[in-house]
């Protein structure tokens, strides 16, 4: 009975050695207080921007006394706009007026050749997207106004400036601070004029031009 006793005061007293050590130890390794979790907030849409964008486009012009032609050619110009983000969605308007090269040539019934031209080119729209976080794919759409220019040899030729209608659509993306970069596509349709006796025989000669527009941009929100 004597040798048990004193093995349990032994026991006892290594446990009490260890306990204190392992717990403490437990402690160091084991933090009791969770850290709450770190979040990158997620990129505000809203502002004024300013910017520049470049491309190209391709379409169509049809004079009734020739009939369609295509046309083709770069565009380049300046963009103005404000977007207001309400949850994910983002709402805008946006201006452009651009230089424009798009023209074409044909020799139907026109053997010295007739040409459609378009030297400038603007647009206010209106734009809705769907934020995701720092990118923005996004619907566009509104007015469109431009020159139409028609010219034949021999003939005095005439210049309108029209309005009719774009619609389109793109994926803008936040880069750096406050820079962003975007990809748009617009078809745009000017309709047409009278060019009459200006550009033929026909009186009741008629001249349209409509395009479809692909563009690279890049904008800087204040």
């Known amino acids: 009975m004597k040798r048990v006793f004193l093995a349990s005061i032994g026991a006892l007293a290594l446990a009490g050695l260890v306990g204190p050590a392992a717990a403490a130890d437990l402690y160091r390794r084991y933090d009791p207080v969770p850290k709450a979790p770190v979040y990158a907030p997620l990129y505000n849409w809203t502002g004024l921007y300013l910017g520049l964008s470049g491309g190209g486009g391709w379409g169509r012009s049809r004079w009734d006394s020739t009939g369609d032609f295509d046309l083709s050619g770069g565009i380049i110009g300046g963009t103005l706009g404000y977007n207001w983000q309400a949850g994910g969605w983002v709402f805008g308007l946006e201006g452009d007026l651009s230089w424009s090269n798009i023209k074409g ?51 005095a030729g005439k210049n309108d400036t029209n309005a009719g209608f774009t619609v389109g659509g793109g994926l803008e993306v936040a880069i750096a601070g406050n820079w962003t970069a975007k990809g748009e596509y617009l078809y745009v349709n000017l309709g047409d004029f009278t060019c009459g006796i200006s550009c033929s025989a026909l009186t009741t000669d008629k001249v349209s031009f409509s395009t479809h527009i692909v563009r690279g941009g890049i904008n800087y929100r204040f």
């Open 105 to 155: 040539t044909t020799f139907t019934a026109c053997p010295l050749g007739c040409e459609t031209a378009n030297r400038w080119l603007g647009t206010a729209r209106g734009r809705i997207g769907y934020s995701i976080d720092r990118f923005l794919p996004y619907l566009t759409g509104g007015l469109a106004v431009g020159d139409i220019r028609a010219s034949r040899p021999g003939f």
